[in-house]
């Protein structure tokens, strides 16, 4: 790799990044994250003149990619055009912060990779700090591969954000993107161990034909989420939280029930979640499913715990309740009797569940 060490002025950065001569978001580079406080710690560094890190550029034919301060870049520029204050509240004025537009730094100028490919070395240098989380080095590495193309894509869909099941940080550091790629693998081989195998998904990588088969299956999911989504808003419930939303994405992938069951089943699901805890010793079956969202809760064998909770809560084919059916029963102190009879199932009555959780109500 080729490259030479220079000085900047944040003038030239900012006036070179007007001009369209620096590309802020290659591909392979993370979404911007820093919170106000982060940016404004920035510009008080520099107006204390204190020294800065070396911002790295790629020199393509005269313009550059900003493979290393493209948050420190985000930051400075977005000051200079009034979109915070610094620290003492104050907005950027031309007269008054000549010497924050003189302020140099050091900038690498990298003028050829040799072969290397540049966002592996964007990975090399955030995998030696704590800048990147997994699934931003995970973007680095696998960015032109089907499988993140696939995931992306589901994320930014109107299905999956209508949901609202994560919060803006949490979009910032790109934990939708490691969430979905988790429900790709379950639509593709069903339960594994998360730690073990997510990198390999993304280094063996997807054909054009298994992406549209298995966006087919999360659109559908997604779109029956959305429905039972009017019922009662699911970011409202604990199903919103990863490990939940995995299982009942999970429960619906795999159950042929009708849509009307589902409603059904959901409505069971929203009544009971607030009981649903680690410390509910007076009923064993939720307590053991709370259990197995905190507990290694990425396991396969956590995620096979979980499901069969749901199965054994909605899919009794018997003729009476079950053991799970009929703790949750005397929990609630309803008799054996409240239960009720959908598609070939044996469920719990919503009607008699309800009166014990008069403050939820559904949408009709």
């Known amino acids: 790799m080729e490259f030479s ?44 003149n204190h ?19 493209q948050q420190r870049s985000r930051t400075i520029i977005s000051y200079i055009d009034g979109q915070f204050p610094d620290l003492l ?37 955030n995998k030696t700090g704590v800048h990147l989380n997994k699934p931003e080095v995970r973007k680095a590495d696998f960015y ?31 934990n939708d993107i490691e969430f979905v790629a988790e429900l790709v693998i379950l639509v593709k081989d069903g339960h594994v161990d998360k730690k073990e195998n997510m990198d390999q998904y993304f280094k063996k990588d997807l054909s054009e034909k298994q992406c549209a088969d298995i966006k087919s299956k999360i659109n559908l999911v997604l779109t029956k989420l959305n429905i039972v989504d009017q019922i009662y808003l699911l970011r409202n419930t604990r199903y919103k939280q990863k490990n939940d939303f995995y299982t009942l994405f999970d429960f619906i992938l795999n159950s042929s029930i009708e849509l009307d069951s589902l409603k059904y089943f959901y409505k069971i699901l929203v009544l009971i979640g607030k009981d649903i805890k680690p410390t509910q010793d007076a009923c064993e079956p939720l307590k053991e ?12 064998a956590a995620r096979e715990n979980r499901i069969s909770f749901f199965k054994n809560l909605f899919l009794n084919t018997g003729t009476k309740a079950n053991q799970v059916q009929n703790e949750i029963l005397q929990f ?30 559904f949408e009709l």
């Open 5 to 48: 060490i220079t000085k900047w002025t944040i003038k030239k950065l900012y006036d070179t990044y007007k001009k369209g001569l620096i590309n802020l978001s290659p591909p392979y580079q993370r979404n911007f994250i820093w919170s106000i406080s982060d940016q404004q710690y920035l510009i008080d560094s520099i107006q204390k």
């Open 51 to 69: 020294p800065i890190p070396n911002f790295f550029l790629l020199q393509k034919s005269g313009e550059f990619e900003m493979v290393d301060g």
């Open 89 to 125: 509240n104050r907005k950027f004025d031309k007269k008054r912060d000549t010497d924050f537009l003189s302020y140099s730094f050091p900038v690498v100028i990298i003028t050829d990779t040799k072969g290397a490919a540049i966002e592996k070395f964007y990975a090399v240098v």
């Open 144 to 174: 032109d591969t089907n499988y993140l193309k696939l995931v992306t894509e589901i994320t930014q869909s109107r299905l999956f954000n209508k949901l609202k099941v994560f919060t803006d940080a949490s979009l910032k550091r790109m």
């Open 289 to 300: 499913y709370a259990r197995n969202c905190v507990t290694q809760s990425n396991s396969k």
């Open 332 to 361: 609630y102190d309803l008799p054996k009797t409240s239960i009720v009879k959908v598609e070939k199932y044996i469920s719990i009555s919503v009607e008699k569940l309800s009166n014990k959780k008069p403050n939820i109500e």
